[in-house]
């Protein structure tokens, strides 16, 4: 069984803070939404939508292509279903 480290509640945080985990380090941040966001949490999310924006670069080798595939998984295996399809769909609209 998978464990889910990155919920729905870590993405409406995200969103709340424009996308930017590191505005929560700022004094007007809410103490709540601090302590609801792990450094895990944040490496995770932040890696993932890394790895996706990285596959839409076409001069990648296979070999690369395949490794961040796979890294994907294993990441998808945190993230909450509806969270990963919503980033997946952001990603893919965003401009090259």
Do not use: H
């Not at 505005?23 to 490496?43: F, H, I, N, P």
Request: proline share 1%; with cysteine.
């Amino acid at each position: 069984m998978k464990e889910i480290i990155v919920t729905k509640v870590i993405f409406d945080i995200y969103n709340k803070y424009d996308g930017d985990f590191g505005l929560l380090d700022e004094r007007w941040a809410s103490e709540g939404d601090r302590r609801k966001v792990t450094l895990q949490q944040t490496m995770i999310f932040s890696e993932y939508m890394d790895k996706l924006r990285w596959l839409k670069v076409r001069a990648i080798s296979a070999e690369l292509r395949a490794a961040m595939e796979a890294r994907l998984m294993e990441l998808e295996d945190c993230i909450e279903n509806e969270v990963a399809e919503e980033v997946r769909r952001r990603v893919q609209q965003e401009s090259p």
